[in-house]
């Protein structure tokens, strides 16, 4: 069964200092892996992704961290910003045709950053 | 705004009854895709429709059914319902049918609470 998880439900940090929001998967079975950013009354938008044959992938304040041993991913965002308050989801897209455009969710992690 | 739009936002019915979904992709989108999100969890992947046709299928349960037409717009149709099935369902849309995840864009989801 191919899993992924986010085993904080939330997350509180100050203004301009780094979050570090967390994902583990449980399978090898991805080609991609994503993170995702969710407002309030509003659908899911995409915010960062990395290949599974790369380690790091960096998009200004954004870098995802991959650490296939470990079966680990991670978000860092620097400097955190007020703005950035919302869910993340963690996500991963399985190899495969017949997985077509397919995800796979974690939980979700409520940021809240304090000004 | 994703460009992807759903009706109804809310929507209140009884355990029994049969409600549907409606979606319209983003303009130019072939792929339509259905996601479930429970209290406290993830969102869970129903299916994906590439052209019309069915692409991937998750774990949709047999009372769940979807199709895509020609016009390419989508309806999810949930029968005999149960208190459970109170959820947001969000549908996405991409250009191809395997997208790697950055061009998948979601909707802001149907509210559907089971009474």
């Not at chain 1, 200092?17 to 509003?42: G, H, Q, V």
């Not at chain 1, 380690?55 to 870098?63: A, S």
Request: aromatic share 12%.
């Amino acid at each position: 069964d191919q899993q992924v998880k986010q085993n904080s439900p939330s997350l509180s940090v100050q203004e301009g200092r780094i979050s570090i929001l967390n994902c583990d998967y449980t399978n090898s079975m991805f080609d991609y892996f994503l993170w995702y950013k969710k407002y309030p009354a509003e659908g899911p938008t995409f915010l960062i992704s990395i290949s599974s044959i790369k380690d790091k992938n960096e998009d200004g304040r954004f870098t995802v961290f991959l650490n296939k041993s470990a079966k680990h991913l991670s978000l860092h965002i620097v400097p955190s910003q007020p703005g950035d308050s919302a869910v993340y989801f963690c996500a991963a897209k399985p190899l495969g045709y017949n997985q077509g455009g397919k995800l796979i969710f974690g939980q979700g992690t409520e940021l809240s950053v304090k000004p | 705004d994703s460009g992807v739009t759903q009706t109804p936002k809310h929507l209140i019915t009884a355990t029994g009854q049969r409600v549907t979904l409606r979606c319209s992709p983003r303009s130019g989108d072939l792929s339509v895709y259905w996601y479930q999100q429970s209290l406290d969890q993830g969102l869970q992947f129903l299916i994906q429709y590439y052209n019309g046709e069915e692409r991937a299928k998750g774990n949709i349960l047999e009372r769940f059914s979807a199709q895509q037409f020609p016009d390419l717009h989508s309806e999810l149709n949930l029968s005999s319902l149960e208190l459970g099935d109170s959820a947001l369902y969000f549908c996405a849309s991409s250009p191809v049918a395997g997208a790697s995840g950055n061009t998948i864009y979601f909707g802001e989801g149907s509210w559907l609470t089971v009474v």
